[in-house]
């Protein structure tokens, strides 16, 4: 699935770019079990939290808070 904040995410114009575009997404595992799919370049992080919508504190709560304090 082709997120539009993925999209936007890869044609914003930085330094990085580049590299971002080109970085490959590892899993974001959350208590053993992978969460979601995470994409990393500098200061650039993009994380695609499964099972969430727009609102993913409501849809995955445990995920949330686990990015947050990463």
């Given at each position: 699935?082709?997120?539009?904040?993925?999209?936007?995410?890869?044609?914003?114009?930085?330094?990085?770019?580049?590299?971002?575009?080109?970085?490959?997404?590892?899993p974001f595992v959350v208590d053993g079990s992978e969460a979601?799919?995470?994409?990393?370049?500098?200061?650039?992080?993009?994380?695609?939290?499964?099972?969430?919508?727009?609102?993913?504190?409501?849809d995955q709560p445990k995920t949330a808070l686990e990015m947050?304090?990463?």
């Open positions: 699935m082709i997120l539009g904040n993925s999209r936007w995410v890869h044609a914003m114009e930085w330094s990085g770019q580049k590299e971002f575009a080109t970085s490959l997404e590892v979601g799919l995470l994409k990393r370049y500098g200061p650039l992080t993009f994380l695609k939290v499964h099972d969430a919508g727009h609102m993913v504190p409501m947050l304090k990463k």
